[in-house]
C-alpha cells in the first residue's frame, strides 16, 4: 500500500505519494460558485500550461502527467530544497534557468528556496502557482527581488550567493544588466517605504 503526506497550502490541497504529486485547487467560499470553479480550473490549466512551456525553454520542473478540472497530476522530484543544501553552484544554476524562463516570457512568481529540488545535482523549478508570462523589465526585476530577500532573510553568506544567481543569469539572458540594476532599484523603493 503506497503512502501518502497530505500537505494543505494556501491555494491547494497537495497529495504526495511515492512517485506522483497531486495538486487539488481548493474551492474559495467568498466567490461566487460558478466563478470559483472556472476561476480554479483555468489556473489549473495556466500553471499546467506553463510547467510544460518551463522545460521547453530547458527549465528543468517535474513533468505533467494529467490535468483535470482542479487537479494537477504530476512527477514528485525526490531531493533536498535549496535551502537547506544552497552553494554558489546551486545558486548559479539557479540564475541560469531563472535567465532561461525569463528569456521565455515566464515570470516564476515565487522564487525561494523552498521552490527550488536538488536532484542528483540537478536543479528543480517547483510551485508554479503564481507564474505569468510577462515581458517586461519591472516584472523580472521582482521576480529576483524576491529571491534575493529569501536569501538575505535565510542565508548568512547571502552576497556570495546572490553574485553567483546573477552570474548564472547573465549566462542566460542577454538583458540581465538591465533586470539586475531594476532589482537595486526595488531594493532602494523599499527601503523608503
Request: aromatic share 8%; hydrophobic share 35%; with cysteine.
Amino acid at each position: 500500500m503506497a503512502t501518502s503526506r497530505v500537505v494543505q497550502c494556501a491555494e491547494a490541497i497537495v497529495d504526495i505519494r511515492k512517485d506522483l504529486v497531486s495538486k487539488r485547487r481548493i474551492p474559495k467560499d467568498y466567490r461566487i460558485k460558478e466563478l470559483d470553479h472556472r476561476i480554479r480550473r483555468e489556473r489549473t490549466k495556466f500553471e499546467a500550461k506553463i510547467l510544460k512551456e518551463a522545460r521547453k525553454l530547458g527549465v528543468p520542473t517535474p513533468i505533467v502527467l494529467d490535468c483535470w478540472r482542479n487537479t494537477i497530476t504530476m512527477e514528485y522530484i525526490v531531493g533536498v530544497k535549496l535551502k537547506d543544501c544552497i552553494s554558489e553552484e546551486y545558486c548559479k544554476q539557479a540564475g541560469n534557468l531563472v535567465g532561461r524562463l525569463h528569456s521565455g516570457g515566464i515570470i516564476h512568481g515565487d522564487l525561494t528556496t523552498s521552490n527550488m529540488i536538488v536532484s542528483r545535482d540537478r536543479l528543480y523549478l517547483i510551485d508554479f502557482g503564481l507564474s505569468f508570462y510577462e515581458q517586461t523589465v519591472e516584472a523580472r526585476g521582482v521576480d529576483i527581488h524576491v529571491f534575493f530577500q529569501t536569501l538575505r532573510s535565510t542565508h548568512e553568506d547571502y552576497e556570495t550567493l546572490i553574485e553567483a544567481f546573477k552570474s548564472g543569469y547573465r549566462e542566460q539572458f542577454d538583458r540581465a544588466d538591465e533586470v539586475l540594476g531594476r532589482v537595486s532599484e526595488i531594493e532602494r523603493r523599499g527601503r523608503y517605504k
